[in-house]
């Protein structure tokens, strides 16, 4: 059984070249059992989009959201992110 069940509480956001996409994260659950079927655009970002979560995706949501995101991000707080930690590292960049 898996540990995380979906309650329809939370967003998923996926990076994209220049924009952020947000999904329910019930998502999954329409495609599954509703035939929903996503616009292109966000199934691509999807299937290129680094682990979620780790560094490099906080990265690219940062990188492809601009700094406004980084407010979001804490908002929303997406478990397990140390923005201490992403903020050294990307200054260090
Ligand atoms: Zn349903």
Not at 33 to 39: A, K, M, Q, R, V
Not at 47 to 58: K, Q
Request: charged residues 25%; negative net charge.
């Amino acid at each position: 059984m898996p540990l995380h069940l979906p309650k329809g509480t939370n967003n998923l956001l996926v990076p994209g070249e220049h924009e952020v996409y947000v999904a329910p994260e019930l998502i999954l659950h329409y495609i599954a059992d509703h035939g929903y079927s996503p616009p292109e655009e966000f199934c691509s970002a999807l299937l290129s989009c680094p682990e979620i979560p780790s560094m490099p995706y906080f990265w690219r949501l940062v990188e492809a959201g601009g700094d406004a995101w980084q407010r979001v991000i804490r908002t929303e707080r997406l478990r397990q992110l140390d923005m201490a930690e992403l903020g050294d590292q990307w200054r260090n960049e």
